[in-house]
């Protein structure tokens, strides 16, 4: 999150088509990253192309730096599923 705060044009970029209309550019990427990944190519204003190209870069970086679980932690233990043994 403090990636995309960084990249102070996607917060004041507002969306002005699409499903996100009316969306800043850092919005639509927490809700749908896929379809800001779209913008890279597909947008007509070459600033939205800009901004759009940054702010997955910032997405991809945060998402390599994301803590995972350690393993197991989800896990119940076999002997609580199955039950005593006997």
Known sequence: MRRLREIGDASSLILQFGPHMGAT???GAM??????R???NRAQRPEVREVAGRLVSALEA???HKP???RGANRKSSAKRSG???
């Open 62 to 64: 945060a998402a390599e």
């Open 84 to 86: 005593p043994r006997g």
């Open 68 to 70: 995972r679980a350690p």
């Open 31 to 36: 809700h749908d990253p896929d379809y800001v």
């Open 38 to 40: 779209g913008l890279v």
């Open 25 to 27: 550019l850092a919005e």
